[in-house]
């Protein structure tokens, strides 16, 4: 049988970093409010680079740590609602960046659960039989999407990427997944409307390129039906043991409320969003990176870990991945 499995992590954030403090000389906030409602204190941001640049970065840590060549990779799936460009994808220009000449690669759009939805369709790649080695990554640009001069959003998000490289193995290291949609809700969240400026088109012109969210209906969404989300999932588990739960890095009161609602431990649920804030599809796979280096996790050590991604679209959904 082929089954796929985590062999190496990595991640990579841009050097600038904004804290709470000088946002507040930028518009009307201050840490405390931001720190009160949502547990971040600083975000990274680029200053020269684009989201493939974050994407290379990681994909070459993969390459290193692992001591395997760029032509030894069968495919590059990178999750991103922030691409340098809609074509050509930004797993492409990172293909080419780091010279995995036998990859395909493509781009998955799934916005925060972007990195959840791509390691499951590179799970399913592997499990064909017809591609032996992957790299999955989430990465943004979340800067190049945000509206500086609207509080409301602008404080709660970062530029960032995290990735693994997965390998063919014998056994079954993804043990349950669940995967959801919600179409009928795409207004609740909301960037990068492309204008139509065809000379033809008589339509409405007045999409906004920008961020747009309704807070607090993303709060009751994520506590409602990413909660019974992760219940469903791990009920489908023989053993039903979860060591720790990565949830979307998107509020700290969110992970607080979460942690009441499916009845496991907070200490479970690991976050960072106090140095890094929202990452979008990135933030499952940095938190995975940085825990790997802290030695709370360990690849090949048995531990069972949830993944569980949430953001636009609606779109939702869940991992258990057996280290
Ligand atoms: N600084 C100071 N005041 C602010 C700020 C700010 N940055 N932003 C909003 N306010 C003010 C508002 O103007 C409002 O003032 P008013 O009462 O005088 O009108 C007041 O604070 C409350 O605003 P709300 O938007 O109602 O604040 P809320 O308590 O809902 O908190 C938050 C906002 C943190 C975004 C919350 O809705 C939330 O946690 N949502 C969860 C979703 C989330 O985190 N989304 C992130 C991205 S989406 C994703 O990743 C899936």
Not at 106 to 132: E, P, R
Not at 237 to 256: F, P, S
Not at 261 to 279: G, H, Q, S, V
């Amino acid at each position: 049988m082929n089954y796929s499995r985590i062999t190496q992590c990595a991640h990579y954030v841009p050097e600038k970093i904004i804290h709470n403090d000088e946002l507040a000389t930028m518009i009307e906030t201050s840490d405390e409010w931001i720190y009160q409602r949502t547990g971040i204190r600083q975000r990274h941001v680029v200053t020269d680079e684009n989201t493939s640049d974050l994407c290379a970065n990681v994909a070459q840590q993969l390459l290193t740590k692992r001591g395997i060549e760029a032509n030894q990779i069968d495919f590059i799936l990178v999750a991103t609602v922030t691409p340098d460009y809609q074509m050509p994808s930004t797993a492409c220009l990172v293909q080419g960046l780091i010279g995995a000449n036998n990859a395909f690669a493509m781009d998955i759009t799934a916005a925060c659960s972007g990195f959840v939805y791509a390691l499951s369709m590179a799970d399913k790649l592997i499990q064909s039989g017809n591609y032996q080695r992957g790299i999955v990554i989430g990465a943004e640009t979340m800067s190049k999407v945000i509206d500086w001069t609207d509080r409301s959003t602008a404080v709660l998000f970062g530029d960032g990427a995290g990735g693994v490289l997965l390998e063919n193995t014998e056994t079954k290291h993804i043990l349950a997944e669940n995967l959801q949609s919600d179409g009928s809700r795409a207004n609740s969240l909301t960037a990068g409307f492309t204008n139509n400026q065809s000379p033809f088109f008589k339509g409405d012109l007045l999409g906004n390129q920008y961020l747009e969210m309704d807070g607090r209906q993303i709060f009751d969404f994520a506590l409602k039906d990413v909660s019974k989300n992760i219940c469903h999932t791990m009920a489908q588990l023989d053993n039903q043991t979860i060591d720790y739960v990565l949830a979307h890095q998107a509020n700290k009161r969110l992970l607080d409320a979460m942690a009441k609602k499916t009845k496991l431990p907070r200490e479970k649920f690991l976050d960072n969003m106090e140095f890094f804030a929202n990452t979008s599809a990135a933030s499952i796979p940095i938190l995975l990176s940085e825990a790997v280096e802290k030695e709370i996790l360990t690849l090949n050590s048995k531990q069972q870990i949830l993944l569980t991604g949430f953001g636009g679209g609606l779109t939702w959904g869940s991992l258990v991945v057996k280290l």
